[in-house]
């Protein structure tokens, strides 16, 4: 069993950035893809970016790309997701996710697709 935990969510400007991390505890993800997916007011929960779990390949959402960075430090059980460029249309809770299957090929954009989820972060983009 995998627990997740997220940080990093917080109030910022419009063109700001945050770093938010997802740290495992209960077993390593160090063989496990991660992804992050957002929630905001009013609307389904959404994909936002998604690593593979040796880190050697990113995929992100259109809305995101070029302004969000995900990464991942096996060493110290934790993902990253780098958020530049902020805007309030990215407010929501962030939540981070992982697969179960371990050493997996491929990664997924879909919420079903992944069996541990943290319980969220706020961030709040303010105009």
């Known amino acids: 069993q995998v627990q997740l935990v997220e940080s990093g969510g917080g109030l910022v400007q419009a063109g700001g950035s945050l770093r938010l991390s997802c740290t495992a505890s209960g077993r390593t993800f160090s063989d496990l893809a991660v992804g992050w997916f957002r929630q905001g007011p009013g609307k389904e929960r959404e994909f936002v970016a998604a690593i593979k779990w040796s880190g050697s390949s990113t995929t992100y959402a259109d809305s995101v790309k070029g302004r969000f960075t995900i990464s991942r430090d096996n060493a110290k059980n934790t993902v990253y997701l780098q958020m530049n460029s902020l805007k309030p249309e990215d407010t929501a809770v962030y939540y981070c996710?992982?697969?179960?299957?371990?050493?997996?090929?491929?990664?997924?954009?879909?919420?079903?697709?992944?069996?541990?989820w943290g319980r969220g972060t706020q961030v709040t983009v303010s105009s």
């Open positions: 996710a992982a697969d179960a299957t371990p050493y997996s090929p491929n990664y997924s954009t879909m919420r079903s697709k992944y069996n541990y």
